[in-house]
T-cell receptor
């Protein structure tokens, strides 16, 4: 079966850095995605990792270690608008995208 | 503006009724998907289509059917709605199965 774990909730301060972790055990691996979802809205694509290492895109970075079944999303210079749910999703051997339950991030002033 | 459109935005439906949720994309994406999102359970895949003319079952297909007659449209049908199908339904598309998925705005469905 598929097992994707991420913290349920996190709180961080505006201007700070926050790291959202994701661990996974899936049937095969063809990449890991991070999505952002604001309350009442659709998920939007943030990043994609298929090889080990760090992918940087502006204030957001994503890291992958395939041997450890581990990824994290790093958000720098936090802004109030970053308050949202962050979804970790793994593409398995059948190319099905399996989502974690999401991490709800609250950014406080 | 290119994108993916879902209709209706929301619907209240009596149990036992038949309902079709519509999904249209104009990005010429090959792959399309239907998910349901429930509090505490996250996004779960109902059905998918890797290309026009083909469909497949996801994690929670029971009670739902889909068709993919052309590239743009991927309707989801509830043959006889039950209260446990109350959920937010998202349609998504991607160029291929290993590319990022783009999501529609969702349909909020309540079955009474």
């Amino acid at each position: 079966g598929q097992n994707i774990d991420q913290p349920t909730e996190m709180t961080a301060t505006e201007g700070a850095i926050v790291q959202i972790n994701c661990t996974y055990q899936t049937s095969g691996f063809n990449g890991l995605f991070w999505y952002q979802q604001h309350a009442g809205e659709a998920p939007t694509f943030l990043s994609y990792n298929v090889l080990d290492g760090l992918e940087e895109k502006g204030r957001f970075s994503s890291f992958l270690s395939r041997s450890k079944g581990y990824s994290y999303l790093l958000l720098k210079e936090l802004q109030m608008k970053d308050s949202a749910s962050y979804l970790c999703a793994v593409l398995d051997s059948g190319y099905a995208l399996n989502f974690g339950k999401g991490t709800s991030l609250l950014v406080t002033p | 503006i290119a994108g993916i459109t879902q209709a209706p935005t929301s619907q209240i439906l009596a149990a036992g009724r038949r309902m079709t949720l519509r999904c249209t994309q104009d990005m010429r994406h090959n792959a399309m998907y239907w998910y349901r999102q429930d509090l505490g359970l996250g996004l779960r895949l109902i059905h998918y289509s890797n290309t026009a003319g083909t469909t497949g079952k996801g994690e929670v297909p029971d009670g739902y059917s889909v068709s993919r007659a052309n590239t743009d449209d991927f309707p989801l049908t509830l043959a006889s709605a039950v209260p446990s199908q109350t959920s937010v339904y998202f349609c998504a598309s991607s160029e291929s199965s290993n590319q990022p998925q783009h999501f529609g705005d969702g349909t909020r469905l309540s079955i009474l």
